[in-house]
């Protein structure tokens, strides 16, 4: 936001929508429509979200810069509470519907074990699902200390106060985007957990500043389904 100096990094399934809205409504570059026309969207075409580019952020280096993460368990899973679940992507899938020699028979109403066994499959049949799923540092970059501040989705409160601080305006910090369905890693199958062990693992790895590893070691059979002709 080039009015008050300010950068912000988005990253799916971290407070974005909510995030957005708030800038959107102190940017004077920023018409904001009438509440009736308001959706899911019109955030997200405000501020599309992009993936961290190194030399674009070099643009910004006398912004204020931040960025929102989030507990990677509970990241992860509300893609598949939201996106599967409330926006039916997978359902509207055109490559799980036609068929793909490449993909594995995927259900378009996976339960969460066959979604996440499967995850990796779903990502090839769904760019909304891989956007939403993918590690975040594709999102935010991978040197976390460029940020003046980097927020965890609890301190979004936090977000709200220093931004009414810097534009001297109130800023109110909305909930959007929440997920109609609660999903916990005690819902899932210990198979199911260890195939998307590796990816949860890393994401943690890289949050280590800001959370704390929940995953115990791995003990069962992977479920994950391989893709027609590969081994």
């Known amino acids: 936001m080039d009015a008050h100096k300010l950068a912000y990094m988005a990253l799916p399934k971290a407070g974005c929508s909510s995030v957005k809205e708030a800038l959107a409504r102190l940017d004077p570059a920023v018409t904001v429509p009438p509440d009736d026309k308001i959706t ?50 997978v ?27 499967n995850l ?31 927020y965890k989705t609890e301190e979004l409160g936090d977000l709200a106060w ?7 305006q109130d800023v109110e910090m909305p909930r959007g985007n929440k997920s109609e369905q609660k999903l916990t890693l005690d819902d899932l199958k210990p198979a199911t957990i260890d195939v998307i062990r590796p990816f949860l693992e890393q994401e943690y790895e890289f949050l280590n500043r800001f959370y704390k590893n929940p995953l115990g070691p791995r003990i069962h059979d992977a479920c994950v389904t391989p893709l027609r002709g590969v081994s």
């Open 120 to 150: 990796e499959a779903y990502r090839l049949a769904s760019s909304s699902i891989k956007h939403h799923s993918v590690g975040a540092w594709l999102f935010v970059g991978k040197n976390l200390d460029l940020y003046h501040r980097v």
């Open 40 to 89: 899911k969207l019109t955030w997200h075409e405000i501020y599309p979200t992009i993936r961290f580019r190194p030399h674009r952020f070099e643009q910004f280096t006398d912004y204020w810069r931040f960025c929102v993460v989030r507990d990677p368990v509970k990241r992860l899973l509300s893609c598949y509470t939201n996106r599967v679940l409330q926006f039916r992507d």
């Open 91 to 117: 359902w509207n899938s055109r490559k799980i519907r036609e068929g793909r020699d490449w993909l594995p028979d995927l259900s378009r109403d996976p339960d969460p074990d066959e979604f996440f066994c």
């Open 162 to 168: 220093d931004l009414s601080l810097l534009t001297r």
